[in-house]
């Protein structure tokens, strides 16, 4: 793979003189070189994106979810395939429960979007979440539900006694090097990247849930930077840290239907995949403006990080554009 940093570099800085990303911070597994362009910030001083950015990676964070509970998986601590009241007893279907923690991961549980738990208080949150039904039958359909991994993270939460924070510290981020990586708002700082949805301060969780609850959500909005991302999506090509059954998990596909692709906690859908990139490619993306990937089968993952200011799916295929041009394609005029 010929990788073409110069396209790429083109491609971002069209999208940030079109207004679609206010800045962007972009790399690759496979090449040293980063690309930043746009701004970090334009209040309460203008400031330039740079290499040390810190993102609200908003559903990106996701993936760290699965990383947890997939540690507990490979250690048997876990069943995939167990109904999540072995782990949530008190959730409100009981014994009549066949949703599983494999389900959860996939989207493929019966939830909708819906978010009830929506809440300041602790105790009202974990009753609605725990009380929300499904409005389908398990593996009818796909439908991305926050709540899914919500509840993931709910059950690292029993099982470790850990916020999802200390254990991801513990477990997945601290083995892998990631130092500037967090789950709970870091607040003001030099490197916090400003987002625009809805445009709290730089440093504050964008997602209303996550900003609400008193505690991290197996949702996401961590914030990360482009060298720990780096870190992480390279360890998924590598496979250095953590026991192989960790990364089959990843990155078997176990549900496919009506277009949806999807393996445990990440989207490999045709539909939604970069060109050039492989049918074995897993990727997530976030909602201010975020996508990865991983492609054991071209050796090649990317982070593209930026700051979204524009309509939604349009920057999703604008990021999916510059993970193009980096390979190497001929992307868009």
């Not at 009549?96 to 959860?104: F, G």
């Not at 949150?125 to 725990?130: A, G, H, I, N, Q």
């Not at 045709?270 to 909602?287: C, E, M, P, V, W």
Request: charged share 25%.
């Amino acid at each position: 793979m010929q990788l073409n940093y110069e396209a790429a570099r083109r491609e971002a800085q069209q999208q940030v003189d079109a207004g679609l990303i206010q800045g962007g911070v972009i790399a690759t597994t496979r090449a040293d070189e980063i690309i930043v362009v746009g701004r970090q910030c334009v209040k309460p001083v203008e400031r330039p994106m740079t290499e040390h950015s810190r993102f609200d990676i908003a559903s990106v964070g996701k993936v760290f979810t699965t990383a947890c509970i997939a540690r507990y998986i490979i250690e048997g601590r876990v069943d995939p395939d167990a109904p999540i009241t072995r782990y949530i007893p008190e959730y409100v279907l009981g014994e009549a429960c066949e949703i599983t923690v494999r389900d959860l991961a996939m989207h493929v549980s019966g939830f909708d979007n819906s978010k009830p738990y929506n809440s300041f208080e602790a105790e009202v949150f974990d009753r609605e979440l725990f009380n929300k039904r499904p409005v389908r039958p398990r593996l009818e359909a796909f439908e991305y539900a926050c709540s899914n991994f919500i509840m993931l993270g709910k059950i690292v939460n029993r099982l470790s006694g850990l916020d999802l924070d200390a254990f991801a510290r513990r477990h997945v981020w601290g083995p892998l090097g990631m130092t500037a990586t967090t789950w709970n708002a870091p607040g003001d700082g030099p490197h916090e990247v400003e987002h625009w949805f809805p445009n709290r301060p730089a440093g504050q969780h964008n997602d209303d849930d996550c900003f609400k609850a008193p505690f991290p959500l197996g949702s996401g909005s961590c914030f990360s930077t482009i060298h720990d991302m780096l870190r992480f999506v390279r360890d998924l090509l590598e496979r250095k840290h953590f026991p192989q059954a960790y990364y089959d998990l990843i990155f078997t596909c176990g549900y496919e239907r009506h277009g949806a692709r999807r393996s445990f906690g990440w989207d490999m859908s045709d539909a939604k995949r970069a060109r050039g990139l492989s049918r074995q490619t897993i990727f997530h993306s976030g909602f201010t403006g975020q996508t990865i990937c991983a492609d054991p089968a071209n050796d090649f993952g990317a982070v593209v990080l930026t700051s979204r200011t524009g309509d939604w799916q349009e920057a999703y295929d604008g990021r999916n554009a510059i993970i193009t041009a980096l390979q190497g394609w001929v992307t868009r005029g």
